[in-house]
């Protein structure tokens, strides 16, 4: 297309054509199928990554417990142990300063469950469901699961 200026100048409009947008919407649409997958799965493997950092932190707090007063703390004291000392006279050797300063809920807000088991633990995050049990992204994070 053409227009002519006052002067006598001439413009030429330029434009892109209709094949050239396909091409370009084509080239978009195949990143798109690329790239979008791999990002929405991104964000729950990084709260199920951050649930076995908190849950290894734990650990290591539930093991300097153990070392101090030769036991784990027991399922039902759970993981407030660790903040304050549930019984002086059962853990006499408690360290003066608490093992955490508070203890971490998981990626969903919600606490993370302690099971002592004979001589170990587990520790569970019931997951972006908040039940027990579930599939997929609500399946259960449970810490002898977590890559170590």
Not at 67 to 77: A, I
Not at 107 to 123: A, E, H, R, T
């Amino acid at each position: 297309m053409v227009n002519v200026l006052k002067n006598g100048q001439k413009r030429v409009k330029r434009a892109f054509t209709l094949l050239e947008l396909l091409v370009v919407i084509l080239i978009l649409g195949l990143l798109a199928a690329f790239v979008v997958p791999n990002i929405i799965g991104a964000g729950d493997k990084a709260k199920r990554d951050l649930v076995c950092s908190q849950m290894g932190s734990i650990s290591s707090a539930l093991d300097m417990f153990k070392m101090d007063n030769g036991m784990l703390p027991d399922t039902e004291e759970g993981l407030k142990a660790l903040v304050s000392n549930p019984d002086s006279d059962k853990y006499p050797a408690y360290s003066s300063k608490p093992y955490m300063k508070r203890v971490p809920k998981d990626s969903w807000g919600q606490p993370i469950q302690y099971v002592k088991n004979g001589d170990g633990f587990d520790l569970i995050s019931f997951g972006s469901d908040r039940k027990e049990g579930g599939d997929g992204n609500g399946a259960d994070i449970r810490y002898s699961q977590c890559n170590k």
